[in-house]
């Protein structure tokens, strides 16, 4: 089943969504007027030239909203045509496939065991019932999520949102495997314990995609977290010895944040130690690393990791398979727009 977004067929009937339409989307078109100064007009071409990230992040969460709409839309249409498929309603789809397989409740030594991992000073009679009613939810809503997911694998399903993109300057950015058709901007910080959450999927990402993607990393050091300045900082030192990833990978790896560490970690990697000190202590690159995090600021972003993927946004722990599915949809469009384009 291929579903485009201008056009739903639903019965005998159709639904016009026009997603792309700047007017149904509540965004101005490049020919917009946004303003006018004693006459003047000011597009939204003009504004957005002037600043190009001000409307991103108010761009991407409507992306988002718009996304997770359509997704729950197509819920409702996979679960009505199986519906229609097996003759029986929705809710009784539902109860055959989803409710009648939640199991029996779990016996009063499996409850009592559950209550001592709980942070509550009620005695389990007064909670017993809440306990229940949550194990319950819990089953329903993995098991209504695995028959969606089995309905979904079932069609061939094609979601035509186009997600927005913001152009991300590489200028001065250490890159692993530059020319690669898509590149991974990651926006973190040493001492973030989500960066750390995250690294093995991006080492597993790295492996898989081994030649067709490229990582960059900007430093996004937060104020919460007091050794992630120097640690920004001692990675940029090290790019003046040309052992940028050597050293990032060293310090993500070990963690090891302390000046003195720093300093340790450099001797380990075989750097120059008299220069990497020198730069350290001076805060030669201290200018780098707050212009990497004044950009983030710009782009809106409050938290790390901060990724984009060819310009495209995504944030946090996000799950290996769900990333994945974003690089291949990524190396398909670069596919795509290098044959469209086969000079370029």
Known sequence: MKIHLG??????????VHAADDKVAGLASANSIVAEVDGQAITMAEFERARPSALFQAKNAFYDAEKKAVEDYLDDYLLERQARKENVTVEELLKKHVDNLVGKDPDDSALAVYYEGLDINEPLSA?????????????????????????????????ELTA?????????TPVRGAGAKVTLVEYADYECPYCQQVQPQLERLESEYKGKIAFAYK?????????????????????????????HDALVKSKDLEVSQLKATASKIGLNTSAFNSCLDSGERAGAVRASLDEATKLGLNGTPSFFLNGRFFSGNIAYEQLRQMVDEELTRASSLSQENPGR
Not at 164 to 172: A, F, Y
Not at 223 to 244: F, I, L, R, V
Request: hydrophobic letters at 40%; proline letters at 4%; aromatic letters at 6%.
């Open 164 to 172: 927005p993109r913001t152009q991300i300057s590489l200028k001065d």
């Open 7 to 16: 056009l739903f067929i639903v019965g005998a009937g159709a639904l016009l």
């Open 127 to 159: 909670v017993k019932d809440k306990i229940l009613e949550h194990i319950r939810t819990r089953r329903l809503a993995k098991l209504k999520t695995a028959y969606m997911k089995s309905l979904r694998e079932q069609a061939k399903i094609s979601i």
């Open 219 to 247: 430093d996004m050091p937060l104020p919460m977290h007091t050794h992630a300045q120097k640690a920004a900082e001692a990675a940029s030192c090290a790019g003046t010895q040309n052992k940028y990833w050597e050293y």
